[in-house]
């Protein structure tokens, strides 16, 4: 028996999209609640009855405190063509973020240069070029100006990790409940205010185009 029933936003025989809670991860990890795909995999086991194990592949994934939709393969052909899509930047990544102060421009192409430190599990935003570095790049748009907050609606065009966090932080907008890129206080459920809401791809079989919103 389910547990809990994952919300399911899109599903066919080749892919199903699901909402990640914030808070939740992608994958299954030690000493965590259950993932996302362990959701969604008890969710087909239970719909469609399927004896043994059954197979999911990760397409891409979403930090811990991020919402929002995150997108599975049912098929080893449809993951592998989903991620040749992913490599080549052709999926349309769209993401609503709440941030503590409002950017200089109301839209804006933001170019950063960004370096992991694992052990700490964070992601330095440089300005220009540099050693060990990768380029990453988003577009924001700015949504409602709140007196507190603003609310930013962001393409991503290259997938860093924790590529909006960092690059909005740099910019002197971190994110609400952020602490770790720099906002005044935390929220509650490990959460920040950031979510996937819409996702744009070539379905990998029919090459019919598929947009996924979070309404």
């Excluded at 029933?5 to 899109?10: D, E, L, N, S």
């Excluded at 040749?84 to 102060?101: D, G, N, T």
Aim: one cysteine or more.
């Amino acid at each position: 028996m389910l547990k809990e029933t994952p919300h399911i936003v899109f599903e066919d025989n080749h892919l199903i999209a699901a909402i990640k809670k914030p808070g939740q991860t992608v994958q299954p990890e030690p000493g965590k609640p259950a993932s996302l795909e362990e959701e969604v995999k008890a969710y087909i086991k239970s719909k469609y009855q399927k004896p043994g194990e059954v197979f999911l592949g990760v397409i891409h994934r979403l930090d811990m405190p991020v919402a929002g939709i995150v997108l599975f393969a049912r098929t080893s052909k449809a993951l592998a063509r989903m991620n040749e899509q992913f490599q080549k930047r052709e999926v349309k990544k769209i993401y609503e973020a709440i941030v503590e102060h409002a950017p200089i421009y109301e839209k804006e192409l933001i170019t950063h240069w960004l370096k992991r430190d694992e052990q700490r599990n964070f992601t330095k935003a440089f300005i220009s070029e540099t050693k060990g570095a990768d380029k990453a790049q988003l577009t924001y748009e700015l949504m409602k100006r709140g007196a507190k907050s603003t609310t930013l609606r962001i393409e991503l065009h290259t997938g860093r990790k924790h590529q909006i966090r960092a690059q909005l932080a740099a910019i002197g907008c971190p994110i609400v409940g952020d602490i770790k890129y720099g906002a005044s206080a935390a929220l509650p459920n490990q959460s920040i205010a950031l979510k996937a809401v819409e996702l744009g791809f070539g379905h990998p079989v029919t090459k019919e185009q598929i947009l996924i919103k979070l309404i």
